[in-house]
């Protein structure tokens, strides 16, 4: 069986020049457990989705834009054929202008949806 090996990643429509592998946390609940009088409680937090990747810079990467992302429309699509879409995507910091080739984006949404 096959498992993932790789991730395109489309931001507005254009696919985004990046190495093949990036991370995707569909975001949810943390649940921290706690002990009292012998039995376990937990309280919750809420996750916010998480996309991360590596840029490649080239000639065309406008890292001033990227650093500025907001209200974008992501797609990430595994070659596994698993799709997400995170709607009102934003760049959680600036992106770094690596002279080695490569720079990391963050990207956060308001959701993170299977299609």
Do not use: W
């Not at 498992?3 to 190495?19: F, H, N, P, S, Y």
């Not at 995170?86 to 990391?104: M, Q």
């Amino acid at each position: 069986m096959k498992i993932a090996g790789k991730a395109t990643i489309r931001l507005d429509g254009v696919v985004v020049a990046a190495e093949n592998k990036a991370t995707l946390n569909p975001g949810g609940v943390n649940r921290e457990p706690e002990s009292h009088g012998g039995k376990t409680f937990y309280s919750e937090e809420d996750v916010p989705p998480l996309l991360e990747l590596s840029v490649l810079v080239t000639k065309e990467t406008d890292v001033i834009a990227l650093s500025r992302m907001v209200g974008a429309t992501v797609l990430f699509e595994a070659d596994t054929g698993q799709k997400f879409m995170l709607r009102d995507a934003f760049a959680t910091e600036p992106v770094v202008f690596d002279s080695a080739g490569k720079t990391p984006l963050k990207m956060s949404a308001q959701a993170a949806e299977p299609l």
